[in-house]
């Protein structure tokens, strides 16, 4: 691949991401190796690791997967919410 399809960039490179899998109302970080458009951040997978990724989703689901707790999810009490005005 020459340029990215979003936003034609070219430099685009080889990087170690951390793919968010979503298992119930966690996120579970996949290390993979893909290409990476550096000016959108747009993620190329090949084949292969969309198959890796697949087979990751399912074996996550039937807790296969040894997993290591990493940080926490944190969300802002509805209380201290704004509302975004236009
Ligand atoms: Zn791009």
Redesign the pocket.
């Known amino acids: 691949m020459t340029k ?6 070219e430099d ?1 490179r080889e990087q170690t991401v951390n793919e968010e899998l979503q298992l119930n109302s966690d996120i579970v970080y996949a290390p993979v190796s893909c290409l990476v ?6 993620r190329y997978f090949d084949r292969p690791t969309v198959r890796h990724l697949e087979k990751l989703r399912a074996e996550l689901r039937s807790g296969q997967v040894p997993l290591k707790q990493v940080g926490k999810v944190l969300m802002i009490e509805s209380s201290s919410m704004v509302t975004a005005r236009v």
């Not at 458009?37 to 747009?42: F, M, R």
């Open positions: 990215c399809v979003f936003c034609h960039g685009i458009c550096q000016t959108c951040g747009e």
